[in-house]
DNA sequence: CACATAATCTAGCGTCGCTAGAATCGAACG
DNA sequence: CGTTCGATTCTAGCGACGCTAGATTATGTG
């Protein structure tokens, strides 16, 4: 079985290839310039090879936000653990998830902002981004009464806070005193 | 000069038609559906009719968000006037953003999703835009330090809701139970 | 009625996502 | 080693997109 072995083994570096050039032309120059012509073209194949391992280009991209969710997950849960559950722990976690997001806007909006197949909420959602939505309630507080609640509108206002700054809808300016506002808003003893 | 202002009545004429027709087009069928053939199919013209209207077709798109801003800001001012300010108008005002978000979904997704032209928060912001900003302030409390910055979270938060819940990315249900949490983490004292 | 200008249309360019069918490669076997 | 045949990959093309140049038609003017 060796040699469909190895040609398992190429395929799947192919594939690998595939979302990772993907990712990196996004990077460079946003989602409108990845077509499958140029995509392609970087790899060094023709684009019908694209098609044998994605159904689709949303499929393509749906791939890149996948491997973003396993990255944003990683690095909320590194926050849950350096920190006692309390206001540090939520300060800590919402300015990771605001990182996360202005160091890689384009994966970002794969994930949270392009139309997705992937399910949210649901028996089929992906394990990391189970774990990444898991880190915002502990980081409310996980025995709360409200606490799923609370935790779905703390990241609606992360989720706000990003996409009206990456689209310039509201000023780079000030960000530092929004991200205070909300950690005491959601930090509040009583509420 | 009759006949001069007739060719204008009607240029202006022409101009309202693609822009409701557009619309129209939009909450039928979503964005993707409006092309440039369609809708010159729709108000019987030809393609290049729509080009000496608009420079191309994220203008159309523009003034159907621009028509939005300003039934958003007649919306939300009515709640203004409606209520002393206080935790009851920051309800009302919440309420009626979700409400005319939940109406007039494309129609928001032009305004504050799609990639645009339109400047948010300088000197060349629509006037309907800057309304509907200043509604939010006066139910924050105009006169308080922050109150700026305590605008652009809430409605952070609100355009969180909006696309995170009409993506499916937060479940429908409990929309409810957050709006009241926002409420009261944005009303509570002493923040 | 003849003309000039403005309004509108036909036809087409380059690019997109995607795919059918031809061409090529490579492992297996006589 | 040479042939066969299935798997792999490519060439070429389809229909649709936004947009526009140049031909054509309509319209007001002398």
Redesign the pocket.
Known sequence: MS?VER?ERQRAERYYLIVTTARELAEAEGWDA?????LAGLID?????L??HFK???EIMAAVATKGFEELAARLEAETLNADAGPQMLRKICAAYLEFADSRPVVYEAMFVLPTKIKFASEETPSALRAAFAAFVKAIGPDRQESVFSAELLWSALHGLVVLMQSERIPAIGAEDRLNLLVRKFSADGV
Chains 1, 2 share one sequence.
């Open positions: 040699i040609k990845v077509t499958t012509r140029r194949y023709s684009q019908p090879v098609y044998s689709n280009k949303a």
